[in-house]
Nanobody, 126 residues
């Protein structure tokens, strides 16, 4: 069982930056791939980025590539998402998720992740 909790959301202007964090309470944090997902009102949840257990492999959805950076600190059981050049369409509830590692990479598919946080809201003003 893994419990994850996100924090760091808030209001930011278009073009601004925001850093999200997620803490996981689990031994063997490095047994898990980690991911960030988001869901805007009236829209389906979408994957934002994922990171392999080691941190050496990352994957981003096309719309955030080059603007967002996912990272992890296995010693601290922490996951991060640095977001820059934010756009109004980035506004959403952002969720941290953990799933069992199945190799050296990660897959940004919801069904690969078993444990989810409650979400932290990101609002981008235009």
């Amino acid at each position: 069982q893994v419990h994850v909790a996100e924090f760091g959301g808030g209001l930011v202007q278009t073009g601004g930056s925001l850093n999200l964090s997620c803490i996981a309470s689990a031994s063997g944090f490095d047994d898990y791939v980690m991911g960030w997902f988001r869901q805007a009102p009236g829209k389906e949840r979408e994957g934002v980025a994922c990171i392999s257990w080691s941190g050496r492999y990352t994957y981003y959805t096309g719309g955030v590539k080059g603007r967002f950076t996912i990272s992890r600190d296995n010693a601290e059981n922490m996951l991060y998402l640095q977001m820059t050049s934010l756009k109004p369409e980035d506004a959403a509830m952002y969720y941290c998720a953990a799933g069992p590692s199945n190799g050296a990479e990660c897959e940004l598919e919801s069904d690969r992740f078993e444990y989810w946080g409650q979400g932290t809201e990101v609002t981008v003003s235009s």
